[in-house]
């Protein structure tokens, strides 16, 4: 889909939970997916311009990224393990990594040798937490127009309250972890009913067992808070 001058580019979230709503356990495993998932996925990776994922999936899962795509890690607190597989190997596309303006400079010292190695760059927007906004303009700019967001539900929450996702596709496998501490699809600190963002069912296929769900994010209403500014980061 082609985007105007100056528009953001489109967002396709797409994320496998149970029917509990979680996509971990609270063990940290996180592969709830069966390989037709996880096939689907690798097809949108290979469209996408650009990748957004937050640090929090890279620190549980550490998957690999196809290395001719941009991909930008979001989080509050700058921690990315040096020793992911994001950062190993050949790599032939940004890999960015999107803090708030107001994190210590220090936090991320570990990272200055692969940064000095101009193997990360690093963009500083928002204060408590991440500009979704300009990280958009940012992978924009870089020529980016359609964007694939894998989460986790912080990171997601945060494009959510920023009306920055277009598309979401959901996965639903037939396994439930529960766990009240474990990640559930979408965190954040909620919304009312007026407020919560509204989805429109366009598509739905079986393979298995598992669903295959692709909803429509419909705009936010006129004067709702969802649209403000959204600060996010695993």
Known sequence: MSRERGQRPRVVACLAAGPDGKIATVHGEAALGSREDRSRLARLRRGADAIVVGAATIRREDPPYPPEVTVAVVS??????????????EVRAPRILAVPEDLALGLLGPLSEVRAAGRLDVLRAGRGGVDIAALLAELGRRGAREVLLEGGGETLASFLAAGAVDELRLTLVPRLVGGREAPALV??????????????????????????????????????PRGRRGDGGD
């Not at 509050?76 to 190997?89: D, E, I, N, T, W």
């Not at 295959?212 to 709702?224: D, M």
Request: aromatic share 6%; charged share 20%; glycine share 18%.
């Open 76 to 89: 509050r607190s700058g921690r990315l393990p040096v020793a992911s597989k994001l950062l190993a190997g």
């Open 187 to 224: 965190g954040g600190g909620g919304w009312s009913l007026a407020e919560a963002p509204r989805l429109e069912l366009v598509e739905v296929d079986r393979a298995g067992g598992e669903l295959f769900l692709r909803y429509a994010v419909l705009p936010p209403a006129p004067g709702s």
